[in-house]
């Protein structure tokens, strides 16, 4: 008895797959690419009467044949791995179109075992279905369930290792396609089996059809031997010309008909329905929720009370985090000596990662508001009401599912939304689409708007953020409609799209989706940006300042400070740089309001001048009630710190730009000037080409790199809001500048791969002007009225 069972789920999309694999393995899942390409491989693990099952969760698909990447992928997993069976998750409630795949595995011959999903939805609609006899009818074992709800999926798990015990072959159950195309089927598999480049994993009657179907893959197959290619191309031409005189149809479509014929002949014998003519309540919903009037509202309002719920609900854990952070910053700056390794740690991994990391509240929250949409089946109806805007734009109605894959929603991924355009077959409606695909707000950007939407926009955060969703969808729009008009000028083609029926989710398969998407982005942080972050650490670190430059400034310090205790206005007050260090703590435990003078007896007189300093900054004292002399002394206190803060930011500024990325940074300022970015900021949004998060992590080392105080750190968010050299016009330009600017590598490389070097380095050229002449008119436009 083989000890390890190995199934492959195949099934439709929306059948639920998704569903009974996250059911069925929980959270023993693992994530990699099916190998040589980049479509993603779910498997997982599970121990059922002491048997370990693997699961392997295919691409979904509606058929076998080699029209896309998916369906390619997992026909070729199911003849090349040979699994022990073959799961096919079927939608009870539209049984003669999930059977289509069924048919298929069928003809392959391969072992099958038919899940039978959502009977509450089908029984909900007056669909009764036999199960016994539709396995009598199919050949194939038959398991009613409810997947969402767990029930059956026991049962399905009993059926497979009772199935996988008897070892079941391979061996094709072909069905009758009419007379000529069975007749042909013959003569090809007969010439199949007697060339000598008979590949025996493929059954030769199975290739026979599949040439007949113009199977791309099957057909280059068969060409390795010109003469057996010429001889059974002859045959396939002989049929073509037949069916299209005597029937006026092809074969792939006579095929397909008589497939579907088998099926209807089954469902006849099995289903049963109650009500034969009723709307389901799919239906009913779908006549609010896709009106072509009310349909957008509700849409709009929708995203609107999805970005208000994420930023209301993560706003506190986010202030915990950076608590956390900050706390571990003082903490490092307590116990590690002054010098590179407290630099490093601090700057480049707390800096950096802590920055990255304190937004995990935020994409968590807002991966579950997304999970309800895709679960709930809402997402679909959101493709189909973008599909009446698209069109318009020149994009084709597929189009969308990339774009809401790419962060259309807000979260997504460009690299799946490159993937996710194969479906379109128009080359141009392609190109299009994965052009306009960076523009759209994923969920490495997010990290870079909540940021700055925390510090400039806090009043304002759903709104700004969805501004910025209706943003993106402009420019991208606009921006396909600009190159549909020049360089990828052409037809529209038609667009059929599936809406599944709207279920309940449940809260097991939201925690799922929304832990693997989370925990994605964590690893990535832990990983990919930790690595980013210690090397742009490093560039904004070395060769820093020269001996004699340290020497320099420490000079004019000690000058600075000589002259301020030789001031007339501290003569008797302060007298040394120990009290400038006790005042110092002093102003900053009274800013806080922790420290009344009464608790400084030993030096009245400094803690009177501390106390009148912090009420001074605030504009609380009363100078009626206060002494001259502690006035006097405060204010030129505040002067003298102000410069010192001045001088000391000189120098960190200086040491910085004296780093090989501040060289680089200085140098693009020629052309960033007009939009208002400093050498950090570029440096950052070189950082930004690599992965989109990286621009706030190495936001967060270029603004804490220095001389730290352990009691005067604070979330990055403070420090810009606190910089002088940042406001709100600011922030905009340089959210909608990260929005449009660059794609990353990894999406670069997944343009490439879909095209050649040239569209992919248009890619990059097109986003960067784009990003610039946008921000520009935003920065001018602000400028002039007066933000």
Known sequence: MKQKITIALSGNPNAGKTTV????????????????????????????????IEVVDLPGTYSLTAYSLEELVARNFVIDERP???????????????????????????????????????????????????????????VPMVARSNKGIQDLLDKVVALADEKPRWEAAPISYGMDIDHAISKIS????????????????????????????????????????????????????????TLEEEPEAIIADHRYGYIAGITKKVVKRKIESRINLSDKIDKV???????????????????SFTFWASELPILCLEAFFDGLTRIVLTVVPEGIVQSLIVSGMIGGVGGVLGFVPLIMFMFFAIAIMEDSGYMARVAYMLDRVLRWFGLHGNSVIALIVSGGISGGCAVPGVMATRVLRDPKERLATLLVIPFMNCGAKLPVYALLIGAFFSGDKARIMFILTLLSWLFALFAAKVLRATVLKGPKTSFVMELPPY??????????????????????AG???????????????????????????????????????????????????????????????????????????????LAMVAQTASELKHGETDRQKRDERYLKAASHYRAFRGRIDYHDRLQQQTALKGTIAGWIGERLETITRPLGFEYRTNIALLGGFAAKEVVVSTLGTAYSLGEVDPEQTGSLSERLKNDPGWNPLQAFTLIVFTMLYVPCIATVISIRRETSWAWAGFSILFNLVAAYAVSLCIRQVGLALGF
């Open 21 to 52: 694999f996250n059911a069925i393995t929980g959270a023993h899942q693992h994530i990699a690419n099916y190998p040589g390409v980049t479509v993603e491989k779910k498997y997982g693990t599970v121990i059922h009467k002491g048997r370990e």
């Open 84 to 142: 022990d069976l073959v799961v096919d998750i079927v939608d009870a409630s539209s049984l003669d179109r999930h059977l289509y795949l069924a048919v298929q595995f069928k003809e392959l011959g391969v072992p099958l075992v038919i899940a039978l999903n959502m009977m509450d939805t089908a029984e909900s609609r007056g669909i009764i279905i036999d199960a016994e006899a539709l396995s009598s009818q199919f050949g194939a074992p038959v």
């Open 190 to 245: 007969e010439i199949i089996e007697a060339s000598r480049i008979y590949d025996k994993k493929y059954p030769s009657w199975w290739r026979a059809l599949k040439c007949l179907e113009m199977d791309s893959q099957i057909t280059d197959l068969l060409n390795r031997d010109p003469e057996l290619g010429q001889e059974i191309k002859a045959i396939c031409e002989d049929i073509y010309k037949h069916t299209m005189s």
């Open 289 to 307: 929720l896709t009106n072509r009037i009310i349909g957008p509202f509700i849409m709009v309002a929708i995203l609107y009370g999805m970005y």
């Open 503 to 524: 279920r309940a989710p449940t809260l097991r398969g939201l925690l799922i989706h929304t832990w693997e998407r989370t925990w994605q982005y964590i690893k990535k």
């Open 527 to 605: 990983t990919v940006i930790l690595a980013l972050s210690v090397v742009l650490w490093a560039m904004m670190t070395f060769p820093g300042l020269s001996e004699k430059e340290i020497a320099g400034f420490e000079k004019t310090r000690k000058e600075m400070t000589e002259t301020f205790l030789r001031s007339p206005e501290v003569k008797g007050l302060i007298t040394s740089e120990k009290d400038i260090a006790a005042l110092n703590e002093m102003v900053r435990a009274g800013v806080n309001g922790e420290t009344p003078p009464e608790l400084f007896p030993n030096n009245r007189d």
